[in-house]
C-alpha cells in the first residue's frame, strides 16, 4: 500500500485520459471516472486541439479538474487559446487547467505547415501572451509586442469578465531548457512518460534548487507526472503488450538521449531505423529486451505497478497513468484501461 502524501506532504491525486469518441460514451467515462475516485482529467492532442473532449467531460463532472495535456503552442494564436481558456473554465465553472507544450518541431513544421521557430522561445511568448489576454480581454486589451506574437487589439470585442482572471498554466516538460521555463513561469508541470521513476525521483533535488534560483517555493508549482501502466497479473503478457510502444518512442531521434541515459542507446538506434519505415515496429521488438520495457512502463499485478510507481512520489503531487497503445487491440485497449480504474481504486483505499 502507498503512503498517503505526496511530495509536499499533501493527498496524492490521480489523473486520467479522455478521447475523443461518442458524445454519449464520453460523458458516461467522465462520470465514471470521477465517481472512482479520479481527482482530475486531461486530453491528448497528437493533432487535432484537445478541447472538445474536455468541453463534454466538464460538463458531465462537478468535482474533477480539467486540463489539457497539452495543446502544443504554436499550432494556434495566442488569442484563440486564451479564448479557449476561457471557455473551458467558464464551462468547468473554474476547474480549467491550460496544460501547454512545444511538440516536436519536425512534426510541427512538416505536419501542421509552420515555418522554422524557436520552440522554447515560442512557448514563452505564448504563456506571457495568454495571459495578457485572459487578465486584460474583458477591460480593454493593452497591444501586445512578444517575440512572435504581436497584436494591437484596436478592433478585439469586450468579453465578458472571465471566471478567473489568472487561469494556471502547466508546462510539459522534457527537457531541461523547457522545464526551467516551466519552474520559472507556471503554475505546474506536466512530466512526460519518458521520465521514468528513477529519473523522476533524482530531479527532484534539480527541480527544488531552480525554484529557488527564481524566487520561488515548491508549493508554488504542481507536478504531474505521466507513468505508462499496463495491469495485468500476468506481467510476461503486460511486459509483451507494452513492449510495441516502448520500441515506437525508442524510433523518435528527439527522444534518444532518455534511452542512453537507461543505458539504452544501441537498442534505441535500432528502433530508429523501424520508426523510418513509418513507424512500424514490428520487426525490430525482438531488440527491445525486458529490461528497457521496465525502465519505461510499470507492468503486473495493481500491487507491483504501485510498488514501481512509488519513487514518483518523491517528486510529484499527481499522477496521470497511461495505459501503452501501439499494436494493441480495441479488447486488449479496453482491458487495460480498465486496470487504470482498478489502479485508482486500490491506490485511494
Not at 81 to 94: F, H, K, P, Y
Not at 244 to 262: H, L, N, Q
Request: proline share 6%; hydrophobic share 45%.
Amino acid at each position: 500500500m502507498t503512503q498517503a502524501q505526496n511530495a509536499v506532504g499533501r493527498p496524492r491525486e490521480w489523473w486520467g485520459l479522455v478521447h475523443v469518441v461518442q458524445g454519449a460514451t464520453l460523458y458516461d467515462a467522465a462520470k465514471q471516472m470521477e465517481s472512482a475516485g479520479f481527482d482530475g482529467i486531461t486530453a491528448l492532442q497528437i493533432y487535432a486541439p484537445p478541447f472538445v473532449p474536455l468541453a463534454v467531460a466538464a460538463a458531465a463532472t462537478q468535482r474533477l479538474r480539467i486540463a489539457t495535456g497539452i495543446a502544443v503552442a504554436a499550432t494556434r494564436s495566442p488569442l484563440e487559446t486564451a479564448m479557449l481558456a476561457m471557455d473551458l473554465d467558464r464551462v468547468s465553472q473554474g476547474r480549467f487547467i491550460l496544460g501547454l507544450g512545444t511538440g516536436v518541431l519536425s512534426v510541427n513544421m512538416g505536419a501542421y505547415g509552420l515555418p522554422e521557430y524557436k520552440l522554447v522561445a515560442h512557448l514563452r511568448d505564448t504563456v506571457s501572451a495568454v495571459r495578457h489576454i485572459v487578465n486584460g480581454a474583458h477591460k480593454g486589451l493593452q497591444p501586445y509586442e512578444g517575440t512572435y506574437f504581436k497584436a494591437d487589439f484596436k478592433e478585439a470585442m469586450l468579453t465578458p469578465p472571465p471566471v478567473r482572471e489568472r487561469i494556471p498554466i502547466w508546462i510539459a516538460a522534457l527537457r531541461d531548457r523547457v522545464l526551467q521555463l516551466g519552474l520559472e513561469t507556471a503554475e505546474g508541470l506536466m512530466l512526460h512518460a519518458l521520465w521514468s521513476p528513477g529519473y523522476t525521483a533524482d530531479m527532484g533535488p534539480v527541480i527544488d534548487g531552480s525554484l529557488r534560483k527564481y524566487g520561488r517555493n515548491r508549493r508554488d508549482i504542481e507536478i504531474n507526472a505521466w507513468p505508462w501502466v499496463a495491469i495485468n497479473n500476468d506481467q510476461r503478457q503486460a511486459l509483451d503488450d507494452s513492449r510495441p510502444t516502448v520500441a515506437a518512442y525508442a524510433g523518435i531521434k528527439a527522444y534518444e538521449s532518455f534511452f542512453e541515459a537507461r543505458g539504452f542507446l544501441k537498442e534505441a538506434r535500432i528502433c530508429q531505423t523501424a520508426e523510418q519505415n513509418h513507424g512500424d515496429v514490428s520487426s525490430i521488438l525482438h531488440h527491445v529486451p525486458d529490461e528497457m520495457v521496465k525502465a519505461f512502463v510499470a507492468c503486473g499485478s495493481i500491487e507491483q505497478v504501485l510498488e514501481q510507481l512509488e519513487p514518483y512520489w518523491k517528486t510529484a503531487d499527481s499522477l496521470c497513468p497511461m495505459t501503452p497503445y501501439r499494436q494493441l487491440s480495441p479488447e486488449k485497449l479496453y482491458f487495460y484501461g480498465g486496470g487504470l480504474f482498478q489502479l485508482v481504486a486500490a491506490a485511494k483505499k
